[in-house]
């Protein structure tokens, strides 16, 4: 079973461009994790969100958490075609402390 | 620097054969964790040991198997191959039980 579930499946834009995914979760959590993947690699951890936490920033990356809706958003600004990867969400709480991943967003940057 | 190996990084093998897919990490970190990843499920936890001689069952634990004698590795094995483990295979660790975790980069397992 998945707690996270990204939104959308897929996003493609132009360079430049901010990109915005989002993840919805069923319980509720310590913290929530976004991580990268790029084609045929392992996954990169990029921040961590904890519960009392309402955004986040690093680089051009910020998250934001809504725990009364259960969903988080990652918005990567000014978009560069380096950032072309699957992005997942991963949360804990729905097996105790352990990370459930979501099926993950695909981003296609464009140059 | 530290880092989190896998071996082997391609295997292909037959239905009922046993398959072991190692994982090594100099991190020294207690915690390592095993997933798979098919297509449109994401990651799915299979085992994970939070220190030396302790391991325990994930989501999707059935067919598979780990021993933790040590701090660096973390070895996964399929007792009798089956076809619904063809998959990708990571590895990760963590340096504590809620944090950010570091992966290593897969082991693709076809079984035929």
């Known amino acids: 079973s998945q707690q996270g579930e990204e939104d959308p499946q897929a996003l493609s834009i132009q360079e430049g461009e901010n990109a915005t995914m989002n993840c919805s979760y069923k319980t509720s959590i310590n913290n929530l994790q976004w991580y990268r993947q790029n084609s045929g690699r392992g996954l990169v951890h990029l921040i961590l969100?904890?519960?009392?936490?309402r955004e986040k920033h690093s680089g051009r990356l910020r998250v934001t958490l809504d725990t009364s809706k259960k969903s988080s958003s990652l918005l990567i600004t000014a978009s560069r075609a380096a950032d072309t990867a699957s992005y997942f969400c991963?949360?804990?709480?729905?097996?105790?402390?352990?990370?459930?991943f979501g099926a993950g967003t695909i981003l296609r940057v464009k140059s | 620097d530290a880092e989190i190996t896998q071996s082997p990084r391609h295997k292909i093998t037959e239905t009922g054969r046993q398959v072991t897919l190692a994982c090594h990490q100099t991190?020294?970190?207690?915690?390592m964790f095993w997933y798979r990843q098919d297509l449109g499920h994401g990651l799915r936890l299979i085992h994970y040991?939070?220190?030396?001689?302790?391991?325990n069952k994930g989501e999707v634990s059935d067919g598979y198997s780990v021993s933790r004698s040590n701090t660096e590795d973390l070895p996964l094995t399929l007792e009798s191959a089956a076809s619904s483990q063809t998959s990708v295979y990571f590895c990760?660790?963590?340096?504590?039980?809620?944090?950010?975790?570091?992966f290593g980069p897969g082991t693709r397992l076809t079984v035929l």
């Open positions: 969100i904890r519960s009392n936490e």
């Open positions: 040991s939070y220190g030396v001689q302790d391991t």
């Open positions: 991963a949360t804990d709480g729905l097996y105790g402390n352990k990370l459930v």
């Open positions: 990760a660790s963590s340096e504590s039980t809620e944090g950010p975790q570091y």
């Open positions: 991190w020294n970190h207690n915690n």
